[in-house]
């Protein structure tokens, strides 16, 4: 790029690395100072109240009164755990398939050998309950219904609650969901709307780094557990339901991101609220996604999009990487790529977790200014205005 003009050339200046992915995002201080602490033994009486801490802590976030595991691993495994634990090979699941997360459900059943049936949903778009109606109609055998409610790879978020209904008609089939970019995002309400299964992880909206997987449990997937032939050993929940109740675990817990967890759900829950945090996401996404529309950019899934992130589809005659590259090397703002099929041809900005308003415009006036550096003749100028407009307060 040109480096003449005004001004130093920019390697001189300071430039700061800012997260901008749906996962990991960024982590407030106290959080990581939290898990600075020297290490309590996880068996005795001063790791307690930590522990007691992130197990009610976590309910009131799932909005749940059933329990919430905490497994030591990233939310895919919490995904395999809502697999193994649930069915026996030979079941047959139905998978709600939109995008990469969708993929990743029916990828786990088939490693377990779980039949799924998959409804192809196009990505960036929600997945249509009378589809679900039909597909569960056609097929009375079907067990367990799996889905995203919001899929982190288009930035579209699918209607749970619809489709939960839907499997309520059935005694004999649970609904598990993938609510690792919209537990602690937007009201997901586990117990009202009769989910059976919810799935999240740490480095999502909780401010966390990666490592902790969330998996909460009704009662009737408690029941499912004790049918399920699945192999398991180390995701085998039924050891961890066991003593959870007691300020356990079952194998030795990731200590220090318990210990952060505490600290993040302190702020989520008595600080800002958990209402509070879902306005505050859904505020800085609306003014992100009109902000995007006013540069002239479209949005992958402008009618039913999720508050965790916005995902834009790059401009003709830019290229994805270089846009990426360049809002990495030169400003310092990392969005996340496309994935599978979008690759090269979207780019994604989070919302969700430790952000506020300034972060927003941050990141919509970093867009704008690869944009116009890489030569894009659209409206650059006018996303900071609008974002500006509407976060005004
Ligand atoms: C981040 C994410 C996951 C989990 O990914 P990990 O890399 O295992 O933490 C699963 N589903 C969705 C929708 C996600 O956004």
Redesign the pocket.
Known sequence: MDREGPGAPLERHVLKTRLFQ??PVPVPDRVRLAMAQALPHHRTAAFQPTFEACRLGLKRVFQTDQPVVMLA???????DAAVSNLLSPGDHALVIRG???GE?WAEICARYDVRTTCIDVEWGSGADPQAVKAALDANPDIRAVYL??????TGASHPVREIADLVHRRDDCVIVV?????VGVYDLPMDKWGLDVV?S????SFMLP?GL?FVALSERAQRFMKEARCPRFYFDLAGELGVIEGNQSAWTPAISLLMGLEESLKIILDEEGLEGTWARTEQIAHATREAMRAIGLDLVAPDSPSA?LTAVFVPDGIEGPKLRAYLRDELGINVAEGQGKFKGKIFRIAHLGYYDRFDAITAVAAVEMALSALGFSGKTGEGVVKATELLRG
């Open positions: 749906p996962g691993s990233t939310g895919t495994g919490g995904m995008g990469k997360f990743r995203q409610a919001s899929e982190t790879s993938d609510g690792i970019t919209a799935v992880g740490s480095q999502k990666p997987a965790a």
